[in-house]
């Protein structure tokens, strides 16, 4: 339903010309000017909740929020103090979700994606996305290079064994040498 409501408010907008470039505002801004309740912005990063989860505490934060907070060393909630877990364990917060999505299609529908009824991703965790993708392609193209790197240093042993460790001739020529070019020997 809220999917439904989204799609048909942000096609009115569009049709009355209401609907606005998404580089002309800020869906965090946009909200709070159409009066967006202060619950549904999270108190760690003053954004509007994407993904709402609910701490042990009974406080709700957004997720990438409380997720940086407690990878940055937060030991406490941020709002009521009380200790955390070491291994804290937080639970969507469907209700909140909903309410923020509802609310959104009937006062604000240019912060919902049309595709998804989703509030719209805020710059940061675009870039926070880019980064984590950016990093991810790093460390992937690290590990296949050094995956690569092994093979080689592996098949470069190998055919080293298999030449008498001479680094020349043909494989299987018997000409043993004392293996200098190498260095490293496969004993065995």
């Not at 997720?63 to 291994?87: E, M, N, S, V, Y």
């Not at 595709?115 to 870039?127: H, I, N, Q, W, Y």
């Not at 299987?172 to 070019?181: A, E, F, I, L, R």
Request: hydrophobic fraction near 40%; include cysteine; glycine fraction near 14%.
């Amino acid at each position: 339903p809220a999917l439904a409501a989204a799609a048909t408010a942000t096609a009115a907008a569009m049709a009355s010309g209401e609907e606005e470039n998404l580089d002309d505002f800020d869906v965090e801004d946009l909200a709070r000017d159409r009066g967006a309740p202060s619950t549904f912005f999270c108190s760690i990063c003053m954004e509007v909740m994407r993904d709402p989860v609910l701490l042990p505490t009974g406080q709700t934060y957004e997720r990438r929020a409380i997720t940086a907070w407690l990878t940055g060393g937060g030991k406490t909630c941020p709002t009521t103090g009380q200790a955390l877990a070491k291994d804290v364990a937080f639970f969507p917060n469907m209700a909140m979700r909903q309410s923020i999505e509802e609310w959104a299609a009937t006062h604000c529908p240019q912060i919902l994606d049309p595709m998804t009824g989703k509030v719209r991703p805020s710059a940061e965790a675009l870039e926070a996305a880019a980064r984590a993708a950016a990093a991810s392609s790093r460390a992937a193209a690290l590990s296949s290079s050094r995956d690569v790197a092994g093979t080689t240093a592996a098949g470069r042993a190998a055919v080293a064994g298999s030449r008498g460790g001479n680094g020349g001739g043909t494989s299987g020529s018997g000409s043993g040498g004392g293996g200098s070019g190498s260095s490293s020997s496969g004993g065995g």
